[in-house]
């Protein structure tokens, strides 16, 4: 069974640079098939998609964010990462990471639990 | 605000039925008809129930389905059962730099 893990810091002060890395145990992040998504739901809001990137590195971004925003792979390590530079309080949020399958529709279909960033001096 | 509009609640007894709308324009919704539904109960991953419009992927039960017409996809809860209560979620696969719009979800009570 495929498993995601996010972890990091759950406190970030404003400006600096928010950190996850979300580690796959049950299966690689290799395949053609699928990519590896961020998803983030600020408190009382709804989902936001952060952005996205495939095993050989291609990546996409959410426009809004893409200014801000890497996220790579790691398949020596089986892990995929996110950094969000010049934080604000607007970016407190769960953070998710998802695998997404191309012939599925482009849906997430593993999730891991979600990780709360906080961002406060 | 959420480029998918969903309706904050929605509530059904047990053994009713409840269909939750997911409302966009047609930029929202792009080419294609990859809409999917999530379920997140509190402190869990979210879990999905439909993707491509209609489709379930193994394991989901037959009392969860989905539809769409015009701008509107539609996910129904047939049967309700008290696990059903939770957090739903629709998503929209736009095309462009495989970009997601999301609603904004609608919490499910059953009573």
């Known amino acids: 069974q495929l498993q995601l893990q996010e972890s990091g810091p759950g406190l970030v002060k404003p400006s600096e640079t928010l950190s996850l890395t979300c580690t796959v145990s049950?299966?690689?992040?290799?395949?053609?098939?699928?990519?590896w998504g961020w998803i983030r739901q600020p408190p009382g809001k709804g989902l936001e998609w952060i952005g996205s990137v495939y095993h050989s590195g291609n990546t996409s971004y959410n426009p809004s964010l893409k200014s801000r925003v890497i996220i790579s792979a790691d398949t020596s390590k089986n892990q995929v990462s996110l950094k969000l530079t010049s934080v604000t309080a607007a970016d407190t949020a769960i953070y998710y990471c998802?695998?997404?399958?191309?012939?599925?529709?482009?849906?997430?279909?593993?999730w891991g639990q979600g990780t709360l960033v906080s961002v406060s001096s | 605000q959420s480029a998918l509009t969903q309706p904050p609640s929605a509530s059904g007894s047990p053994g009713q039925s409840v269909t939750i709308s997911c409302t966009g324009t047609s930029s929202d919704f792009g080419a294609y008809d990859y809409v999917s539904w999530y379920q997140r109960h509190p402190g869990k991953a979210p879990q999905l129930m439909i993707y491509e419009v209609n489709k379930r992927p193994s394991g989901v039960p037959d009392r969860f389905s989905g539809s769409k017409s015009g701008n509107t996809a539609s996910l129904t809860v047939s049967g309700l059962q008290a696990e059903d209560e939770a957090d739903y979620y629709c998503s929209s696969y736009v095309g462009s730099n495989n970009f997601w719009v999301f609603g904004g979800g609608t919490k499910l009570t059953v009573l």
């Open positions: 049950g299966g690689s992040i290799r395949g053609s098939s699928y990519y």
């Open positions: 998802a695998r997404v399958i191309v012939y599925g529709g482009h849906s997430g279909d593993y």
